[in-house]
């Protein structure tokens, strides 16, 4: 058995949100039935709604909040959440101006969120989807419809937020979301496996000096095997692949985020994220802006990726417009604001 | 007259059948993981019977007037309880093929075969999958046809489930030959090969299970 910190396996998922929600029931509200959590301040705009599999912590129920998701459905451990899940959580924050859907590009999620938008559609809810496939180690880009969403979807998210908070309409909110969803660009590394809380055995192996480049956060095998490398090493050859992938050019300007899959130490990541600055200022190409966390996680497993978000002067304006989730928080002003009140 | 009252089912012996076709796929849970294990991320047998236990809970002691109201059932219970890729798929397998037919209030095997193909259609809409692409239309398509041929042969009820079967299961061997273009199978490409597909599989359980159910009521007559 693989240690974790959990009471029975089946109650893994409902114990974690009744333990997010009892911290957050100011901000939030959980849906009852299913497992949604939506925020408790709805605004009169476009209702953005993201999801996905358990497990990924903070991502995705912590990015409920102002200027990010205003809705969240949460599937089992790795997997999609139920369409009526979705149906709920879409049913329950919608104003009237329809529903944005964003999340990472997984089979179960099409799938699920799909069903859920024809559901919808009875009703009269208006939906719109947006796709996060940002992983350009998992489909080369004549398959980009087949890449994976990976820590990309903060990028996203982040966008979808600020473009409802402005009040656009639907499409409008979409189409700047789905740019922002084609300009962003990301690449993995892992050094150890993360485990199914429950599972008696590690879903795949990797030996003691060995990495693989390029694996997605659920194991999908990736690029290459290769022995351990320094940090600058590994970091020059995932960014070489990353920005040949984006066909970033000097003089383009980038987000950078540097996440960890769980249990690569911030330490780590800041010496990785140095090397970022170190080779895109060699490349000429311009820093926006450097995040470096863990939001999207795969439990306890080693390693990291690296995400590019290709800015222009809309992107760069939603992507400053303040935020306050749980787990990410951006220029966020209204606290100051309230204290002086 | 058993032989040929048992030709065609009522509402509540449709019923009773799926609850049969629920408790072998629990079954085969063990079964099930291990077979996904070696190429998928192990899932589909806790899945297929999360599924299955909600069909049985919203099955079991309630009176069916139409045969449609339990297709419904079953796959409403799959599509509201599972998630991941399995739950829609499984699901539309028994909504599919009654979401346009008109109320009936007996299932005969020219009804059994109209329903499946309509799921096939269906599910093939919903999960862009073909024949050979490794997944459960593998084993799916063959049963169909194996029941609309069954239909022109004027086959019993159970001869036709039994050609069914052994359709789904030679679907089952055939997976073992494709590269899987689906699911977390997909990224392991030629290391595919040699694997059955777990979804196939299940298939193949729910004809069988569906056969030995009608077999056993014969007998029981």
Redesign the interface.
Known sequence: MIKKFINKPENVVSEAIEGFMVANKDKLIKIENVNGIIRKNLKDKVAIVTGGGSGHEPLFLGFVGEGLADGVAIGNVFAAPTPNTIHEVAKAVDQGKGVLFVYGNYAGDVLNFDMAAELLEFEDIQTKTVKVADDVASAPEERKEDRRGIAGDVFVLKIAGAASEKGWDLEKVANVTQKAADRTYSIGVASSPGSIPGATELPYELGDDEIELGMGIHGEPGMKRTKMMPADQLTDELLNTLVMESKLQAGDEVAVYVNGLGSTTLLELFIINRRVHQVLTEKRIHIYDMDINSYCTTQEMGGFSISLFKLDDELKELYDAPAKAPYYVKNHSIDTKEAKV | MAIRAMNSLTPNQVRDMFLYVGQKVVENKPFLTKIDSAIG???HGI?MSVGFTKAEENLKGKEFSNVNDVFKTVGMSM???????????FGTMFVGGVKKLEMKETLDLQLLAEIFEGALEAIKQ??KAEVRDKTMVDALQPAVYALKESVEKNFSLVEGLRKAEEGAHQGVENTKNYVAK???AK??GE?SLGHQDAGATTVWIIFKSMREWVEEGLQDD
């Open positions: 991320d192990g899932d899945g599509i509201s309880s599972m998630g991941g890729a399995s739950g829609v798929i919903r999960g689906f699911g977390r990224s392991l290391r």
